[in-house]
């Protein structure tokens, strides 16, 4: 991976890729978070909140998936696409493949949650499960070999970082100002465009990472200046769960990110009650864990500023949702006793 990959990731691409996207992807909302107790955490300061779980298919991966979509050249077109995943990529891919008139198959871990299962196939997918790992990306693999499909990666390549960047666009066009950005990482698609987008327009801005403490291999990664592979994943965020940094996330992370913090599962459930509680939204573990970071470790650092943080998606069921800020009413409860 070289540094020219990076250098395509300019303002004037990311402005010219949310232009083309305009008009199938949804313009979330950027509200503020009126909370007493989180301005009183952050000694005055003021969080606002940018509403990617509003997004088509129900986070801000359908904006990479249609930035994918609409880059394949007509003549592979026919062929259709297809994607490996744990699920909200699945839904994406899916989603994207339905707007844009392709087929899909998307190849989905037999862990997977029944519900994001669901959610692919009523996209119109046929979506295959296979073990957790290298087989689902394997059974992609074929599909893309013997079938001809276009593989969607989850969140790598320029095509997906483009798209992420609107994200960072919309954010810094609504409140310019912004001393700071928080954003959950998993794979680093995210991150990458929106703190790219964020950058170029306003470089004073500073942009922090988030994190799972059992899934933390961008953070890793930047401490040891290379990509690096984790040995195991162990996080309730599985949607920031993949194993590895691969080169342009990294790259991207290192030239445009402040820096990494990294947050357990327990306090990613409590953020979960928190965005419940204070802002009325129902979110999965990944978007709890942005709003963990700015209360937990970040909380220092963003003392007196005024940040944006991207709820990045709430793709979960009912069931677990309530199991999960159970977790975390106990956990803002310890922390309150000790």
Known sequence: ??????????????????????????????????????????GGGSVVLKLECFQHTGTFKARGALSNARAIPKDTRAAGITAASAGNHAIAAAWAARVCGLSAKVVMQNNANPF???RARNEGSEVILRDPGAATFAEAERLATEEART???????????????????????RVPDLDAVVVSVGGGG?????????????????????????????????????????????TIADSLGPPMALPLGYMMCAAYVDAIV?????????????????????????????????????????????????????????????????????????????
């Open 262 to 338: 990294t947050v357990s599962d327990d306090e990613i459930c409590a953020g979960m009650v928190v965005l419940q509680q204070e802002a009325k939204l129902a979110v999965e573990p990944a978007a709890g864990a942005a709003i963990a970071g700015v209360l937990g470790p970040l909380a220092r650092r963003l003392q007196g500023k005024r940040v944006g943080v991207v709820v990045c998606g709430a793709n979960i069921d009912a069931a677990t949702y309530s199991a999960q800020l159970v977790r975390g009413e106990a956990h803002l409860r310890l922390v309150s006793n000790s």
């Open 116 to 118: 994001r299962v669901q």
């Open 151 to 173: 593989f969607i990666h989850p969140f790598d390549g320029i095509d997906t970082i483009l798209g992420t960047a609107g994200v960072g666009l919309e954010l810094m066009g």
């Open 190 to 234: 995210l991150i990458s465009g929106v703190a790219a987008a964020t950058k170029l327009i306003n470089p004073g801005c500073q942009v922090y990472g988030v994190e799972p403490q059992g899934a933390d291999a961008m953070s890793r990664s930047l401490m040891l200046g290379a990509p690096v592979t984790l040995e195991n994943v162990d």
């Open 1 to 42: 991976m070289a540094s020219d990959d990076v250098d395509q990731i300019t303002l004037n691409a990311i402005e010219a890729r949310h232009g083309e996207l305009r008009a199938q992807i949804r313009q979330t909302p950027v509200v503020a978070l009126e909370s007493p107790e989180v301005r009183d955490l952050l």
